[in-house]
């Protein structure tokens, strides 16, 4: 069979990310402007074959045989915090809590728009694990008496807007500054005589919890010895 006539071959989930890795490090370089790494990652997510990726790379000089310099150790896949980007259809788009409670974890879709109401119920939504149906997903978070409790990766860029009447919205998301490359995490949250909390990072397990009672206990009861022995001296 002549090269001509066989098959593309088609890419890989790692090949895209090696893909998305070369384009992060072309941008750091200044050879993409933001926009233009913003759509290559958008074509580079929806590749079928390997030729295609090779096209993505020419103008760079690089193809996906080519390793990222970028080191594993702080890149922001090897942190855990870019998400997987697999468009096209599917994954959540309702999540629907009325005197009652539903909780999204592990591993689950959530499609590119998602509308969550909470109606007298709770919602308990965890991004960590989470595979993204777009590059931008916006989640509109409506609460009634009731509320959500949002816990989103390390490295992933989350844009939160906010409204609350006789309700509040609490939002801690830390100082880090994510890779502006990676996929981004629109939250719209409404509160009225409810509550919406988001955060970063994992839930700590019970076990953790108690560990951490525990040394806070400790750190108390020393420092009251200690005034006590500054007292008696």
């Not at 993505?56 to 702080?74: I, K, N, Q, R, Y």
């Not at 609350?164 to 949250?189: A, K, T």
Request: aromatic fraction near 4%.
């Amino acid at each position: 069979m002549d090269d001509a006539d066989r098959p593309a071959l088609r890419a890989s989930d790692a090949d895209r990310e090696r893909a998305a890795d070369l384009l992060r490090e072309a941008a750091g370089d200044g050879r993409l402007t933001v926009d233009e790494l913003d759509e290559r990652l958008t074509v580079a997510y929806a590749t079928v074959t390997r030729d295609e990726l090779d096209r993505l790379l020419a103008d760079l000089g690089t193809t996906t045989d080519a390793v990222p310099t970028t080191s594993a150790s702080t890149s922001p896949a090897a942190r855990g915090g870019r998400l997987p980007v697999r468009p096209g259809p599917g994954g959540s788009s309702w999540i629907v809590s009325v005197m009652g409670a539903n909780d999204r974890k592990g591993h689950w879709r959530v499609a590119a728009r998602c509308v969550v109401v909470n109606v007298m119920g709770s919602s308990d939504l965890d991004f960590n694990d989470a595979e993204l149906a777009s590059g931008e997903v916006v989640v509109r978070v409506f609460s009634l008496m009731g509320g959500s409790s949002i816990r989103v990766p390390d490295g992933l860029t989350v844009d939160v807007s906010k409204f609350s009447l006789m309700g509040g919205n609490d939002v801690d998301l830390g100082s880090e500054r994510p890779d502006p490359g990676g996929p981004r995490l629109r939250l719209q949250l409404f509160s009225l005589m409810g509550g919406n909390e988001v955060k970063r990072g994992r839930r700590r397990s019970r076990e953790q919890r108690r560990l951490d009672r525990e040394e806070r206990r400790e750190r108390h009861e020393l420092r009251h010895a200690d005034r006590r022995d500054r007292r008696d001296r």
